[in-house]
């Protein structure tokens, strides 16, 4: 059975094999990151075609005489102040992936760092009133680089308070952690209530009820 150790002392924690015993799928990840950082995307980008500029429809000057090359409305996107041609407008970029795959995507990334040695688990016993002095002391051990800690949304807020002064920690709320917050981090690091909450939504037997 895999098991992950508690950061800033001894001692580990079971990981149920169901979930943290997954083979990792590049191409599945791939796409459940990329449908991920779609839905994040506003799509609010937009642009005027040369039918919505403020421009007078009007020729710019007559056709002959002038000696310039002929000219037709100053709205065409050649000229300053124009329309842009094929430019963005509002859309969605959301993909859809459907649950099994999510759910098998979130088993492999949480694997991965079963397997690299790269999950740990805190214990907010340790944190009974805030310090970002013992939350940096938990992690100097724990190797260096980018962490992600995903907490419980309540209850554990003296956990929250000791990690997000942490220039190189990213803390997360339990209900809003995705697959790109998991692969993005070199080191996960979760309380005992995000590892059950994560173990339950990413576990086949979830696939099952929901099927039923």
Do not use: W
Not at 138 to 145: I, M, P, R, S, T
Not at 157 to 174: A, C, G, H, M, W
């Amino acid at each position: 059975m895999a098991s992950a150790p508690y950061i800033g002392k001894k001692g580990t924690v079971d990981l149920d094999d169901a979930v943290f015993g997954e083979e990792f799928h590049m191409a599945l990840v791939h796409e459940t990151v990329k449908a991920e950082l779609n839905a994040r995307r506003r799509g609010t980008s937009s642009t005027k075609t040369r039918g919505e500029v403020a421009m007078t429809g009007a020729k710019a000057f007559r056709q002959k005489g002038t000696g310039r090359a002929r000219a037709g409305a100053l709205s065409t996107p050649q000229r300053v102040g124009g329309g842009v041609a094929f430019g963005p407008s509002p859309r969605k970029f959301i993909a859809k992936v459907n649950r099994k795959a999510r759910r098998r995507a979130m088993r492999c990334a949480l694997s991965e760092h079963a397997r690299r040695g790269t999950l740990g688990i805190v214990d907010i016993g340790d944190f009974a009133d805030p310090s970002t002095k013992k939350a940096f002391g938990a992690l100097a051990d724990f190797g260096n680089g980018r962490t992600l800690v995903v907490v419980a949304p309540e209850g554990e807020e003296t956990t929250v308070k000791s990690f997000r002064n942490l220039k190189f920690v990213d803390v997360k709320p339990q209900n809003r952690i995705g697959v790109v917050d998991i692969v993005r981090a070199r080191r996960l690091v979760l309380s005992q209530a995000a590892l059950d909450y994560l173990t339950q939504i990413a576990s086949k037997k979830e696939e099952g009820a929901a099927a039923a």
